[in-house]
Nanobody
Framework: QVQLVESGGGLVQAGGSLRLSCVASGIRFRLDRMGWYRQAPGKQRELVAD???????VYADSVKGRFTISKDNVKNTMYLQMNSLKPEDTAVYYC?????????WGQGTQVTVSS
């Protein structure tokens, strides 16, 4: 059974930083593609960043240079370090894993950036 549990969201002022964590179980953590998505009110869910085999990463243009995705293969945990946060980064952030059995999502964690 796949479980993805996010944490680390919260309220931060513009220019601040947050680090999101996603603890994964029931997946091939070293091999399966994992990523972070976000959904703002009234908008579609969008890719923020993903990581494949722990070394290949993809970032949305809007977060390049500010966000960093990483994985700890010992702790089975994926991170999203978010720096220089902007009000437009406000959204629910979801952990995602693409496995042999399909696509899986965490419950989401709210990130709110005040101006």
């Amino acid at each position: 059974q796949v479980q993805l549990v996010e944490s680390g969201g919260g309220l931060v002022q513009a220019g601040g930083s947050l680090r999101l964590s996603c603890v994964a179980s029931g997946i091939r953590f070293r091999l399966d593609r994992m990523g972070w998505y976000r959904q703002a009110p009234g908008k579609q869910r969008e890719l923020v960043a993903d990581v494949f085999t722990s070394v290949t990463t993809v970032y949305a243009d809007s977060v390049k240079g500010r966000f960093t995705i990483s994985k700890d293969n010992v702790k089975n945990t994926m991170y999203l370090q978010m720096n220089s946060l902007k009000p437009e980064d406000t959204a629910v952030y979801y952990c995602n894993a693409q496995t042999l059995t399909g696509t899986h999502w965490g419950q989401g964690t709210q990130v709110t950036v005040s101006s």
